[in-house]
C-alpha cells in the first residue's frame, strides 16, 4: 500500500491504488498528521515520481482524495524490506552529518516547523487511531524535515470514567512511535470538548462526571443572555469553586496535568519540548462567543458575550459595586445585537455614540476581558509549577479573531474576551501575562492575507498578525505561530515565511518566531504536488530569514530530496502490510 493511501486510512477517503497494473480501492477512515527532519539528497538513487497539474484553491482547499504515485514493477518482500533498511541507514547517516554541523554553530537561526495531529488519534479505547498508516505518516513527516508533532490530550478521553482516574494507554504509544522516529511533541492539554468548531472532525465531550455536574448545575456552563448553554469548556466564573465532584476546575486541570507529568516524565524537555495549556473552546483562551454548532453562529458574525451563567453575574455584580455603579451588575449589554449581527447593526458597538465607547462600555468590558486574563493567570501558575524545571516550554494559544478588525470597536474580539480597539491594543495585557510566567505566545491565521478576506466585513489577518506581534516584541514574550485554516499553496506558505521573520521594525534585530505548527497532517498533504510544496516551505523556514541561500537553490534541492525518497517513504508504507 503507498504512502497516499496509508493516509487515506487516516482520513476516511476511498482511494483507488495501481501496483504493477493492477487496480484496488483501499477505504478509508478518520484524518491523520505527520512531522518530519531535513535530509541532504544523496545523489546515488534515481526514481520516477508521477505529478499531477491539479491547482490549489488559494483560500479554502476543497478535500481531494490523493493522487497515488506509481509503483513500478514489483519487489521480492525479502528485497523489498532489505532495501528499505539499507536506504534508512544511508539517510539516518546524512541526518547524523547535518547534525554536527548544525550543533557547531552558535546559535541556531530558523523556525522549527511542527505538524498537528489528527484530532482523533487515540480511539475512545484509549489505542493510537489507525496505527499502520500512523506510523508510516509520522514516518514521512520525519523524512521531510518537520521538527516534530502537536497532538491533543483529551481530558474527555484520559479521565473520561472516574474522577482522579487516568488512563494514558493510547498517548503512551503515540509518544513512543514519535520517540521512535526522533520526532519532538507539543503536548496540548485539551480541557475542552472536541466538535463544533471550525475543522472539528470528530466528537470528544468533557469527562462523563463534569457532563453530569454541568446537567445537575447548568450554570456551570458558558451562557449568553438567551439562556443558551455551551459545554464545550466548563465557565471560568466557577475556576476556584469546589463544583466538580469536591475539587474546583483549576484543580482538575493541575491534577490533569501532574498526572501527565508523573506518567511520561521520562519524556519531558528530550521527546516532549512543549506543554501547551488548553484554557477555552478550542483550547484557546477565550470565550465561547462564536459557536458554530447547530448554525448558531455564521462567519462573519460579531458573536455574543458569555457572561450569563449565575457565576459570572455574581463577578459582575461585585466589580459594579465596588466601581459605585451597582445597577450595572444586574447583566451584561442588552443592545450587543444576536451572533449573526455586524457592528453597525448593534446600539453597542456602532462606531458613532456606541455603548462600547462610553463609561459603561469601558467599565463592563475591562470587566469581563480581566475575568479572562485572570483565568489564564490562575492555570499558567499551576502549569509553571508543575512543570518547572521539567525542560519544556509553556504556551497559551489565542485566537486569530480577524474580522470585522478595521471596524473602530472591534466587536468579535470584545465578545470573545479580547479588549482591543481602534483606541486600545488588546493584546499587550495578554503578552504580558504570558511573560510574566514565561509562557509562548500562540497565535493563529498566520497563513491569511487581507485581500483573500471579505472586504465588506473589513477582514484584516495581516495587521492583526503584526499587532500581535509588536505586542510580543514590546512585553518580551516568545512568538509561535499556527495556519488557521488548511493550506497547501506557495502563496499561503510565502505568507507564513513572512509574517515568522518578525520583521517589524528596527528594534526587530534577529527575532523569529519560536515555533509554527502546520495544520493539519490529512491526505491532502501528502498529494505530490502539495508534499513537493511542503518539504520546501519546512527547508525555507528552517534556513531563516537570514539565509544566504536563495530561494530558488531551496527549492531545487527540496524537489530533488522529494524524489530521492520517495522509495523509502513508500517501501515503509509497504513493509507496514506484512
Known amino acids: 500500500m503507498s504512502l497516499p493511501h496509508q493516509i487515506g486510512a487516516l482520513s476516511g477517503t476511498s482511494l483507488t491504488a495501481e501496483t504493477g497494473g493492477v487496480s484496488c480501492e483501499v477505504p478509508a477512515k478518520g484524518s491523520?498528521?505527520?512531522?518530519?527532519?531535513?535530509?541532504?539528497?544523496?545523489?546515488?538513487?534515481?526514481?520516477?515520481?508521477?505529478?499531477?497539474?491539479?491547482?490549489?484553491?488559494?483560500?479554502?482547499?476543497?478535500p481531494s482524495p490523493p493522487m497515488s504515485p506509481m509503483m513500478g514493477g514489483g519487489m521480492r518482500p525479502d528485497l523489498s524490506v532489505a532495501c528499505q533498511a539499507l536506504m534508512e541507514a544511508q539517510v539516518d547517516e546524512v541526518v547524523?552529518?547535518?547534525?554536527?554541523?548544525?550543533?557547531?554553530?552558535?546559535?541556531?537561526?530558523?523556525?522549527?516547523?511542527?505538524?498537528?495531529?489528527?484530532?482523533?488519534?487515540?480511539?475512545?479505547?484509549?489505542?493510537v487511531n489507525r496505527k499502520k498508516a500512523m506510523n508510516a505518516s509520522l514516518q514521512a513527516l520525519k523524512s521531510a524535515g518537520v521538527e516534530g508533532i502537536m497532538?491533543?490530550?483529551?481530558?474527555?478521553?484520559?479521565?473520561?470514567?472516574?474522577?482522579?482516574?487516568?488512563?494514558?494507554?493510547?498517548?503512551?504509544?503515540?509518544?513512543?512511535?514519535?520517540?521512535?522516529?526522533?520526532?519532538?511533541?507539543?503536548?496540548?492539554?485539551?480541557?475542552?470538548?472536541?466538535?463544533?468548531?471550525?475543522?472539528?472532525?470528530?466528537?470528544?465531550?468533557?469527562?462523563?462526571?463534569?457532563?453530569?455536574?454541568?446537567?445537575?448545575?447548568?450554570d456551570l456552563a458558558y451562557?449568553?443572555?438567551?439562556?443558551?448553554?455551551?459545554?464545550?469548556?466548563?465557565?471560568?466564573?466557577?475556576?476556584?469553586?469546589?463544583?466538580?465532584?469536591?475539587?474546583?476546575?483549576?484543580?482538575?486541570?493541575?491534577?490533569?496535568?501532574?498526572?501527565?507529568?508523573?506518567?511520561?516524565?521520562?519524556?519531558?524537555?528530550?521527546?516532549?519540548?512543549?506543554?501547551?495549556?488548553?484554557?477555552?473552546?478550542?483550547?484557546?483562551?477565550?470565550?465561547?462567543?462564536?459557536?458554530?454548532?447547530?448554525g448558531i453562529w455564521k462567519f462573519p458574525g460579531i458573536g455574543a458575550f458569555q457572561c450569563y451563567d449565575k457565576y459570572m453575574i455574581s463577578s459582575l455584580q461585585g466589580a459594579a459595586k465596588a466601581f459605585g455603579k451597582p445597577e450595572w451588575g444586574h447583566t451584561g449589554p442588552t443592545d450587543a445585537g444576536q451572533y449573526n449581527n455586524w457592528p453597525e447593526d448593534t446600539n453597542f458597538f456602532k462606531k458613532e455614540g456606541g455603548g462600547w465607547n462610553s463609561q459603561y462600555g469601558e467599565f463592563f468590558l475591562t470587566w469581563y476581558s480581566e475575568m479572562l486574563l485572570n483565568h489564564g493567570e490562575r492555570i499558567l501558575q499551576s502549569a509553571k509549577a508543575i512543570f518547572e524545571d521539567k525542560g519544556v516550554k509553556i504556551s497559551v494559544k489565542i485566537a486569530g479573531i480577524h474580522w470585522h478588525y478595521g471596524t473602530r470597536s472591534h466587536a468579535p474580539?470584545?465578545?470573545?474576551?479580547?479588549?482591543?480597539?481602534?483606541?486600545?491594543?488588546?493584546?499587550?495585557?495578554?503578552?504580558?501575562?504570558?511573560?510574566?510566567?514565561?509562557?509562548?505566545?500562540?497565535?493563529?491565521?498566520?497563513?491569511?492575507?487581507?485581500?483573500?478576506?471579505?472586504?465588506?466585513?473589513?477582514?484584516?489577518?495581516?495587521?492583526?498578525?503584526?499587532?500581535?506581534?509588536?505586542?510580543?516584541?514590546?512585553?518580551?514574550?516568545?512568538?509561535?505561530?499556527?495556519?488557521?485554516?488548511?493550506?497547501?499553496?506557495?502563496?499561503?506558505?510565502?505568507?507564513?515565511?513572512?509574517?515568522?521573520?518578525?520583521?517589524?521594525n528596527d528594534q526587530s534585530g534577529d527575532r523569529e518566531m519560536c515555533a509554527f505548527t502546520y495544520l493539519r497532517m490529512n491526505p491532502d498533504l501528502f498529494h505530490p504536488d502539495n508534499w513537493r510544496r511542503f518539504v520546501a516551505f519546512v527547508k525555507k523556514m528552517k534556513e531563516g530569514k537570514d539565509a544566504n541561500k536563495c530561494r530558488e537553490q531551496v527549492e531545487r534541492e527540496a524537489e530533488h530530496f522529494v524524489h530521492i525518497t520517495q522509495p523509502l517513504v513508500q517501501e515503509a508504507a509497504v513493509a507496514l502490510m506484512h
Open 413 to 504: 474580539e470584545l465578545t470573545a474576551g479580547y479588549y482591543n480597539t481602534r483606541n486600545r491594543d488588546g493584546y499587550l495585557p495578554i503578552a504580558q501575562m504570558l511573560a510574566r510566567h514565561g509562557a509562548v505566545f500562540n497565535f493563529t491565521c498566520v497563513e491569511m492575507r487581507d485581500h483573500e478576506q471579505p472586504q465588506d466585513a473589513l477582514c484584516a489577518p495581516e495587521k492583526l498578525v503584526r499587532q500581535v506581534a509588536l505586542a510580543t516584541q514590546e512585553a518580551q514574550v516568545p512568538l509561535a505561530g499556527e495556519n488557521a485554516l488548511p493550506r497547501y499553496d506557495d502563496y499561503a506558505h510565502e505568507q507564513i515565511l513572512q509574517a515568522s521573520s518578525l520583521n517589524l
Open 223 to 294: 451562557t449568553d443572555q438567551w439562556g443558551r448553554r455551551n459545554f464545550e469548556y466548563v465557565s471560568l466564573g466557577c475556576d476556584t469553586l469546589p463544583v466538580l465532584k469536591g475539587r474546583t476546575p483549576v484543580q482538575c486541570y493541575s491534577d490533569f496535568m501532574r498526572g501527565f507529568r508523573d506518567r511520561f516524565e521520562n519524556l519531558l524537555g528530550d521527546t516532549i519540548v512543549e506543554i501547551q495549556v488548553g484554557m477555552g473552546p478550542a483550547g484557546e483562551l477565550r470565550y465561547p462567543s462564536y459557536p458554530e454548532k447547530d
Open 96 to 127: 547524523e552529518r547535518e547534525y554536527k554541523v548544525r550543533s557547531s554553530s552558535e546559535k541556531e537561526k530558523g523556525v522549527p516547523v511542527f505538524v498537528m495531529m489528527p484530532l482523533d488519534s487515540v480511539k475512545m479505547d484509549h489505542t
Open 32 to 62: 491523520s498528521a505527520a512531522s518530519a527532519m531535513w535530509r541532504t539528497p544523496m545523489t546515488n538513487l534515481k526514481v520516477s515520481v508521477q505529478k499531477t497539474g491539479t491547482e490549489i484553491d488559494r483560500v479554502s482547499p476543497s
Open 151 to 218: 497532538m491533543d490530550v483529551w481530558w474527555g478521553l484520559v479521565e473520561r470514567d472516574a474522577p482522579g482516574e487516568y488512563n494514558w494507554g493510547g498517548y503512551a504509544e503515540l509518544l513512543e512511535m514519535a520517540k521512535k522516529h526522533g520526532l519532538k511533541v507539543q503536548a496540548v492539554m485539551s480541557f475542552h470538548q472536541c466538535g463544533g468548531n471550525v475543522g472539528d472532525s470528530c466528537t470528544i465531550p468533557l469527562p462523563r462526571w463534569v457532563v453530569e455536574e454541568m446537567e445537575k448545575d447548568p
